[in-house]
Nanobody
Framework: QVQLQESGPGLVKPSQTLSLTCTVS??????????WSWVRQPPGKGLEWIGH???????YYSPSLKSRTSISRDTSKKQFTLHLNSVTPEDTGMYYC?????????????WGQGTQVTVSS
């Protein structure tokens, strides 16, 4: 059973960098052909894909966030980390890590419980 757990600060000041880490258990982040994703949900809005890092280490980002986003990984710790810089209050919301898998097409089959991030001075 794969489990994902987000960790990181719940409060970030405007213009700073938000860094969140997802720790994976019960599986490897280098196993073909899974993609390890970050998704967020602003208050009162739908889910927004931020980006993901592939089993190969390749990264892909939402065009609207690409200029401020990077995702890295530590395979020995089975962790992947989101860095979102120059945050504003519009970056406030629940942040989730998830696995995107080629199952029945493509689907998010495992999710972390989510972590609340508030951007405020």
């Amino acid at each position: 059973q794969v489990q994902l757990q987000e960790s990181g600060p719940g409060l970030v000041k405007p213009s700073q960098t938000l860094s969140l880490t997802c720790t994976v258990s019960g599986g490897s982040i280098t196993t073909n052909y899974y993609y390890w994703s970050w998704v967020r949900q602003p208050p009162g809005k739908g889910l927004e894909w931020i980006g993901h890092i592939a089993y190969s280490g390749s990264t892909y980002y939402s065009p609207s966030l690409k200029s401020r986003t990077s995702i890295s990984r530590d395979t020995s710790k089975k962790q992947f980390t989101l860095h979102l810089n120059s945050v504003t209050p519009e970056d406030t919301g629940m942040y989730y890590c998830a696995r995107w898998a080629p199952i029945g097409g493509w689907t998010y089959d495992y999710w972390g419980q989510g972590t609340q991030v508030t951007v405020s001075s």
